[in-house]
């Protein structure tokens, strides 16, 4: 069982900056590849950003550039760096861990952007 638990969100004005923590129970975090979804009203949960065991990191389109996925294993932690936000960022934003016994989730940070 692994619970993830996310921190960081609130409300920024547009072109501000946030970090996201999302904090692992176990040592998941350096196992698996972790990511970080988001999901606006009335849309499907999207994938934002992932990190594989050995670093590598994929971006959806929409946020290259200007999102950082990062890890660290001592910690037991991932973060999710957002800057330049506009917007269509307003979303709940959640931690998800790819692990071979399934996908597991967090609660979800709210992440408010105004213009």
């Known amino acids: 069982q692994v619970q993830l638990v996310e921190s960081g969100g609130g409300l920024v004005q547009a072109g501000g900056s946030l970090r996201l923590s999302c904090a692992a129970s176990?040592?998941?975090?350096?196992?698996?590849?972790m990511g970080w979804y988001r999901q606006a009203p009335g849309k499907q949960r999207e994938l934002v950003a992932t990190?594989?065991?050995?670093?590598?990191?994929q971006y959806a389109d929409s946020v290259k550039g200007r999102f950082t996925i990062s890890r660290d294993n001592a910690k037991n932690t991932v973060y999710l760096q957002m800057s330049s936000l506009t917007v269509e960022d307003t979303a709940v934003y959640y931690c998800?861990?790819?692990?071979?016994?399934?996908?597991?989730w967090g609660q979800g940070t709210q992440v408010t952007v105004s213009s």
């Open positions: 176990t040592s998941a975090v350096r196992s698996n590849t």
């Open positions: 998800n861990a790819a692990t071979t016994w399934g996908a597991y």
């Open positions: 990190i594989s065991v050995g670093g590598n990191t």
